[in-house]
């Protein structure tokens, strides 16, 4: 099958994405259709050497760059991972103490109402 017999089938109507009530797998079948006829048409290239190789030497210029900004970021993440620990410390210390505040002050109140029940007749007073 060569460009004229791809041009000279008979066109379907394509269905658009857009159109109300068409949903992905109403469109699979026309796409794969017309994946099959480019397929058949269309021949394998392969790529030049030059342009091969001038693409590993851009890749291999680029490759410093990329590894300093992956450990940029991972520099970064461990910042924010130790911000962020500090502050939890922080908020469980804060949290720790107001609890033993709490806990101490309701004791305090337990012992003050205790000591200050009447004395039971015949126990000896500490005078």
């Given at each position: 099958?060569?460009?004229?017999?791809?041009?000279?089938?008979?066109?379907?109507?394509?269905?658009?994405?857009?159109?109300?009530?068409?949903?992905?797998?109403?469109?699979?079948?026309?796409?794969?259709?017309?994946?099959?006829?480019?397929?058949?048409?269309?021949?394998?290239?392969?790529?030049?050497?030059?342009?091969?190789?001038?693409?590993?030497?851009?890749?291999?210029?680029?490759?410093?760059?990329?590894?300093?900004?992956?450990?940029?970021?991972?520099?970064?993440?461990?910042?924010?991972?130790?911000?962020?620990?500090?502050?939890?410390?922080?908020?469980?210390?804060?949290?720790?103490?107001?609890?033993?505040?709490?806990?101490?002050?309701?004791?305090?109140?337990?012992?003050?109402?205790?000591?200050?029940r009447p004395a039971i007749r015949g126990a000896?007073?500490?005078?």
């Amino acid at each position: 099958m060569n460009t004229a017999d791809f041009s000279a089938q008979p066109a379907q109507e394509p269905l658009a994405a857009d159109e109300p009530g068409v949903s992905g797998p109403e469109l699979a079948p026309s796409l794969l259709a017309l994946a099959r006829r480019l397929q058949a048409v269309l021949t394998p290239v392969e790529p030049r050497p030059a342009f091969l190789a001038h693409l590993a030497d851009q890749l291999a210029a680029a490759r410093p760059q990329v590894e300093a900004a992956a450990r940029q970021k991972e520099q970064r993440l461990m910042w924010l991972a130790g911000v962020g620990g500090a502050l939890y410390l922080a908020g469980l210390g804060f949290i720790s103490v107001r609890a033993a505040q709490a806990v101490g002050g309701r004791l305090a109140a337990l012992v003050t109402a205790r000591g200050a029940r009447p004395a039971i007749r015949g126990a000896p007073t500490a005078t």
